[in-house]
């Protein structure tokens, strides 16, 4: 292995650490309040695209519960922990971090892993809100629950890494 491969390589696994440590630091404090935020704003618009009226979202310890009412269909709560869709973002952020030496760009790289977590978590939410009401259709609701296990599937196992490999394949210095 050249020497300026194995020092690119250790330069990047300990900014990988530091910067993971630090981060989770932070998303512990943070975590609750970018959750419950993200989930007010899907749930009204959930609310909007579903005529049904967004009522609150209930913190009961770890689970939150999203509720809507309607006259049609009468109160729907939509029981979802954070932790479901947010576990993953230290380590995507982390892997952002490790790999900003040898981007050009750093800032755009910065925000564009960020955008595409937030747009993950975005649909996460959406889809699992809009599973609740397609219960009385099959059709849609065997759709709907299709994207959202596709969904779920996506950023439990392979977010971070998707960022990784986006970044280092467009953003990496030649």
Known sequence: MPPRLRKNILKAAALFIVSYIVILAIWMYVKEIYGTVLLNVISNIVGILMNAAYVDVYREEDMFTVVFGSLKMGERAVPMSINSFTYNVPVALAITAALM??????????????????????????????????????????????????????????????????????????
Not at 115 to 144: D, K, P, R
């Open 101 to 174: 030496p040898f981007i050009k760009r750093k800032m755009r790289a910065f925000f564009e892993s960020l955008s595409f977590l937030v747009l993950l978590h975005i649909f996460y939410v959406l889809m699992l809100e809009a599973l609740s009401f397609t219960i009385g259709n099959s059709i849609l609701h065997t759709v709907n629950e299709y994207f959202f296990l596709f969904m779920h599937r996506i950023m439990t196992r392979s977010e971070p890494f998707i960022i990784g490999l986006y970044l280092f394949t467009v953003h990496k210095e030649l």
